[in-house]
């Protein structure tokens, strides 16, 4: 079972150095997120996942990593400065501000709510009698267009600088590549680049943790077709993605696929499907798709004007502007859904619960934990040495664990997801003769508790597998 309530896992994240709320000690910054050493391997190892699928594993795709400030011509011409808006409501009685949208799509759901013009929010919401969150009066406010760039300024003299925006989104430090990775690196279509990297917005009703933040991570993929190729990629990509999720052990009952209607499309999609992921608050998007046209490459023709098309490597006579399949998957909604999907509560044989991060275990922040039966010193020594093998014959992540009960350290590895537990103890030490233990060492499993002893030579073969 994943995690019943988002309490009980932001809960874990901060007893477990997973997930801090940022600026903590100044008693944070609203929906601010920091990860701590552990987030931050878990976050590493699904990017590092991703990348190696979805780059290095193909031929047919390369990565690039763009600057997060941009020429602010780049927002006009992708239509972000004036397309980019949510339709923002304020609560007349308690001044607090809200997606007129999304409360409207909490009673009425997403596909009705998405129809709606931006005049027809207030009387839908004021119809439908639906109240603010926060006072529960029903007073609202026409609403308005609300940008959600964040806008700053370049330069180092105030009042001097040019504006300038964070990016809303990683892509179009693609698109204003294009030619330079034609150019450079030889492509054929169709082939795709990919990009990790930080975006920003500010969000109206931010909120859920890491699901709704307004700096936040994509992995996003521009994919390149010759026009009238599009379709066949777009379900190309939709049944690799779907497969990625399941292959890193998300149960498929808590995905599905939502196509946009034709009303909700963004400005520059022409069709959109999400993969929605069961929250425990319900539906939720975790990745999107969208076949984006020429739209972004005849922009930037038109507004830098540069010649943005495709010659035909074969027939330099054909020339014409690749259509683009976008598959975008947001980096921090799938660390979140791994960590949901990880979340176990299991009773025992002896009636003891545990909680145990069941992760994947390419995903687990640890590989592997040495932990010495007691503190004696010499047993100590014998598990660092151990340790230090390890670290140094085999790139697995380990942790070196002596505080506590040999129990509680065991819960502790459970919580964090660790799939296997290394105990060094006398039998190792050789001062368990008779059994014959020497240079043996007990592996346990995580997800079954099974323990096997084993020579520390069978072990070390085991983890150079
Ligand atoms: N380039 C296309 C694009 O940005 P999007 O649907 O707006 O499309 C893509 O964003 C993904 O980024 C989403 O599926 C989601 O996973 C993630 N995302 C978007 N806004 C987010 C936010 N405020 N906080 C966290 N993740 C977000």
């Known amino acids: 079972m994943p995690a019943a309530s988002l309490d009980q896992l932001v809960s874990l994240c901060k007893r477990r150095g997973f997930i801090f709320p940022g600026s903590d000690i100044y008693g944070g910054l609203a929906n601010t997120w920091d990860y701590g050493p552990l987030g931050v391997e878990l976050k590493n190892r699904v990017k590092k996942h991703w990348w190696d699928t979805f780059v290095r594993k193909r031929p047919d795709m390369v990565g690039q990593d763009a600057a997060i400030l941009m020429n602010p011509k780049v927002w006009e011409a992708s ?3 004036s397309n980019f808006n949510d339709p923002l409501v304020d609560c007349k009685n308690c001044k607090q501000r809200f997606r007129g949208d999304k409360l409207l799509e909490e009673k009425l759901g997403v596909e009705a709510a998405a129809v709606l013009k931006l005049d027809q929010v207030e009387p839908m919401l004021t119809a439908e009698k639906i109240p603010c969150p926060s006072c529960k009066k029903v007073a609202w406010t026409p609403a308005k267009k609300f940008n959600l760039m964040f806008k700053t300024q370049q330069g180092v003299i105030e009042g001097e600088g040019s504006d300038i925006y964070l990016r809303p989104e990683t892509a179009q430090g693609i698109f204003v590549n294009f030619r330079n990775i034609v150019d450079t690196m030889r492509m054929r279509l169709p082939f795709g680049v990919a990009q990790i990297g930080k975006a920003f917005r500010n969000e109206i009703t931010p909120g859920n943790f890491t ?11 521009e994919y390149f077709v010759e026009p009238g190729t599009e379709a066949e990629h777009f379900e190309q990509w939709k049944d690799a ?20 209607g ?4 963004s400005h520059y999609s022409n069709r959109t499907i999400d993969i929605e992921y069961l929250f425990p608050w319900g539906w939720g998007e975790l990745f999107g798709l969208a076949n984006r046209g020429d739209f972004d490459l005849s922009q930037h023709e038109k507004f830098s004007g540069q010649d943005m098309k495709f010659t035909d490597p074969d027939d330099a006579t054909k020339k014409f ?3 683009v399949v976008e598959p975008s998957f947001g980096c921090d909604r799938s660390v979140l859904t791994f960590l949901l999907e990880a979340y176990n509560e ?6 003891e619960t545990r909680v145990v991060m069941k992760f994947d275990h390419r995903l687990a922040p640890y590989d592997l934990a040495i932990l010495p039966l007691s503190k004696k010193e010499h047993l100590i020594a014998k598990a660092e040495t151990l340790y230090k093998k390890i670290i140094q014959e085999t790139d697995l992540v380990c942790d070196f664990d002596v505080t506590g009960s040999i129990g509680k350290r065991y819960r502790r590895q459970d919580e964090i997801g660790t799939p296997r537990a290394i105990t060094v103890d006398f039998g190792t030490l050789g001062e368990d003769e008779k059994q014959g233990e020497k240079d043996t060492v007990t592996i346990r499993d995580r997800d079954t508790l099974k323990q096997e002893r084993l020579s520390i ?3 070390m073969e085991k983890l150079r597998k």
Not at 241 to 260: A, N, P, S, T, Y
Not at 262 to 265: A, H, T, V
Not at 346 to 351: A, I, R, S, V
Request: charged share 30%; glycine share 10%; aromatic share 12%.
């Open 79 to 81: 239509g972000h400065v």
């Open 241 to 260: 993605v779907w497969q990625w999720f399941l292959g890193f052990g998300i149960d498929k009952d808590r995905l599905r696929v939502r196509e946009h």
């Open 211 to 221: 699901f709704r933040t307004r700096e936040f991570e994509q992995m996003e993929i």
């Open 457 to 459: 030579g069978a072990l």
């Open 346 to 351: 299991e009773t025992l044989p002896n009636g």
């Open 262 to 265: 034709k009303d909700e499309l």
């Open 321 to 323: 502007l690749p259509h």
